[in-house]
């Protein structure tokens, strides 16, 4: 069984921190520091843990910023080559996910020591990411931060142009939202556009996970982006853009298919045949798919399928999944076959009754029907509740 992410943050790597700290700081207080830090760790996770070293930070470095700054800077172990989740904290100082509560310490105190603190989340970038403490300045000085961010859109070194991209990211995951970027995503955009085309996939990868963040807010907006960067663009660019726009086209945005080449399909209508109009729980739902053109020329397709799944009180909420994206011939016709799981998750509770299923070819839907869930129990359904 997979290690818990959470484990990333352990005693171990919480000593390690201790003792590069006191190199840097001969009478910091290792044991106090690890007390503290490691405060019933098992029951906290990931991000609590960070916070709860970065108290312990806060309660044993010098209250000085410069001189925590210089022994923060001084701890710091070997540059990162490609995988962030390579660094660790080891004999050449701390890196990798330890670094995280010491961005956090330069986020929270360091607005004082601008300058400093963006040497310092540079500097931290390289041996892991500074993706969460740079948002603390992107909201209380954004104006400063973003010219800084410009500049470091040309750093020679990949994590440091990663954190641009990453660091601007509206709606990071586990980190602070920036509120302002989410009302009017364009100056992260002026960003996004110096690094399309980096040299790196990893910083290119990052690009498109903001554009993705910055459609769910402005879905038109990165249709028109998506559309501006497809003219000309290289085979990695194009991989970058369709990766930026994967949330609009599980959307069926019309415009952001068109622009990556899913114009309205030319079909006769579709025809939808459940295999399994009852379907018991735990079991598939079985359809076949018949798809027919009546083009002249060949056309791309994006088909996918909805399942309306029944609540508590009634109502239905719609889930899309993936069928398919292929290539239908002139006057060409397609068949596809599927079965979908309907088992226990962790992410839904399946209630009995009527449910949909919808199939959705180039943003419009082209049909739909009914299908049974059958519970398989009292108790089943006590247990799925539970």
């Known amino acids: 069984m997979a290690e818990p992410f959470k484990n990333l943050f352990n005693e171990k790597i919480i000593e390690g921190m201790a003792e590069h700290f006191k190199k840097q700081w001969s009478i910091f207080d290792t044991k106090g520091f690890k007390t503290a830090a490691s405060n019933n760790l098992e029951s906290l996770e990931l991000k609590q843990r960070s916070d709860q070293i970065m108290d312990a930070m806060v309660q044993y470095l010098p209250t000085d910023f410069k001189k925590a700054s210089k022994i923060m800077l001084g701890s710091l172990g070997t540059p990162l080559a490609d995988d962030v989740s390579a660094g660790t904290v080891d004999a050449n100082g701390i890196a990798g996910w330890a670094v995280m509560p010491m961005a956090h310490y330069v986020g929270v105190h360091g607005h004082d020591h601008f300058d400093l603190s963006m040497t310092l989340l540079r500097e931290m970038t390289i041996c892991s990411s500074s993706e969460f403490g740079i948002r603390f300045f992107l909201i209380k000085s954004p104006k400063e931060t973003l010219a800084i961010l410009k500049r470091w859109s040309k750093d020679d070194n990949q994590h440091v142009r990663r954190l641009v991209s990453e660091g601007s990211r509206p709606r990071l995951p586990w980190a602070m939202r920036l509120p302002l970027f989410i009302t009017d995503p364009i100056p992260v955009i002026d960003l996004l556009e110096r690094l399309k085309d980096d040299k790196k996939e990893y910083v290119r990868r990052s690009v498109?996970?903001?554009?993705?963040?910055?459609?769910?807010?402005?879905?038109?907006?990165?249709?028109?982006?998506?559309?501006?960067?497809?003219?000309?663009?290289?085979?990695?660019?194009?991989?970058?853009?369709?990766?930026?726009?994967?949330?609009?086209?599980?959307?069926?945005?019309?415009?952001?298919?068109?622009?990556?080449?899913?114009?309205?399909?030319?079909?006769?209508?579709?025809?939808?045949?459940?295999?399994?109009?009852?379907?018991?729980?735990?079991?598939?739902?079985?359809?076949?798919?018949?798809?027919?053109?009546?083009?002249?020329?060949?056309?791309?397709?994006?088909?996918?399928?909805?399942?309306?799944?029944?609540?508590?009180?009634?109502?239905?909420?719609?889930?899309?999944?993936?069928?398919?994206?292929?290539?239908?011939?002139?006057?060409?016709?397609?068949?596809?076959?599927?079965?979908?799981?309907?088992?226990?998750?962790?992410?839904?509770?399946?209630?009995?009754?009527?449910h949909k299923i919808e199939v959705i070819v180039n943003g419009d839907c082209v049909a739909e029907t009914e299908f049974q869930l059958l519970m398989q129990s009292p108790r089943t359904q006590k247990k799925q509740r539970a």
């Open 208 to 354: 498109a996970n903001n554009l993705n963040d910055i459609a769910k807010d402005h879905p038109d907006l990165v249709a028109d982006i998506a559309a501006q960067w497809m003219q000309g663009a290289s085979d990695e660019r194009k991989k970058m853009i369709r990766h930026a726009c994967r949330t609009l086209i599980k959307n069926g945005h019309k415009k952001t298919l068109k622009v990556l080449g899913y114009g309205k399909a030319k079909i006769h209508k579709a025809e939808l045949e459940l295999l399994t109009p009852k379907v018991k729980f735990g079991k598939e739902l079985q359809f076949t798919l018949s798809v027919r053109s009546k083009s002249t020329k060949e056309q791309a397709l994006m088909i996918d399928y909805v399942i309306h799944h029944q609540k508590a009180n009634g109502s239905t909420t719609p889930k899309v999944f993936k069928l398919r994206a292929t290539t239908l011939a002139a006057k060409g016709s397609l068949i596809i076959q599927k079965k979908h799981a309907i088992k226990k998750i962790t992410t839904r509770v399946y209630y009995p009754g009527t």
